[in-house]
């Protein structure tokens, strides 16, 4: 399957909604947890699949902000599960030359969680090959609050006239201001809905729903949605080039 991607046209970007962990979880008879421990092996397989491909970014949506409503008990196991992860999967991170990145209200994070985080990013910031962002109490709601905090204050300052407000403006303040929009979103567990998850630079990206809960989730599943995805016309508003004129 690999063999027949495409590689002058692959996604610059693919953005993950990793969900179905718990009802996979119910699926064998345990508790939530269980499934998102096991998606910890998903992350690692995609992680591998897009290296080995040569995809630039990968975006996975880990915790959003609407998560924290979650029961106590499932929140701090997740904690815990992230700090655990980081730490267990920095080598293979290192072995492979990823380079971690993370957005959301990082602030919120538990100090552990942001201290494991943060040395992670600052260990592989070096590396030069997939850069994997964890979207971690993200909204795209947050985000674009805080985009128009970030404008008003730059107005406030008469550093940014409202007249000279553009999209690409709008771009550069927002979280993924350095990366290019996702060419794809997937969201696993068979839902059909965004979830509040990078709203504005989804606009012109191509999604999939698989039916597959996320801890099925494999190399061989993501690689077949991008020969999917290189079989489609993406025409960006405009007449593609053998569409009725």
Excluded at 150 to 174: D, F
Excluded at 176 to 187: E, F
């Amino acid at each position: 399957m690999k063999d027949n991607i495409n590689p002058n046209n692959l996604p610059r970007h693919i953005a993950i909604i990793m969900d179905g962990n718990g009802r996979w979880a119910r699926q064998h008879g345990q508790e939530r947890i269980y499934g998102h421990q096991h998606g910890v092996e998903s992350v690692r397989s995609v992680i591998e699949g897009c290296g080995e491909i040569g995809i630039k970014y990968l975006t996975l949506y880990a915790f959003s902000t609407e998560n924290w409503n979650r029961p106590k008990e499932e929140v701090d196991a997740l904690m815990t599960l992230l700090v655990k992860s980081i730490h267990n999967e920095l080598e293979g991170l290192m072995k492979n030359r990823v380079r971690l990145q993370a957005i959301g209200n990082l602030q919120s994070l538990p100090a552990e969680c942001q201290q494991e985080l943060q040395a992670a990013i600052d260990a592989t910031a070096p590396n030069n090959g997939l850069t994997t962002v964890l979207a971690l109490s993200y909204s795209a709601r947050w985000e674009l609050t805080e985009m128009a905090r970030k404008a008003a204050l730059l107005a406030s300052g008469r550093q940014l006239q409202p007249e000279n407000i553009t999209a690409e403006t709008v771009a550069s303040l927002l979280a993924t201001a350095n990366m290019p929009d996702p060419d794809i979103l997937i969201r696993t567990g068979g839902e059909c809905r965004v979830s509040n998850f990078l709203l504005w630079q989804i606009a012109y990206t191509e999604l999939f729903f698989p039916n597959l809960m996320w801890p099925d989730f494999r190399k061989e599943n993501l690689w077949q949605i991008i020969l999917d995805y290189q079989s489609r016309e993406r025409r960006f508003g405009k007449i593609g080039e053998h569409a009725p004129q």
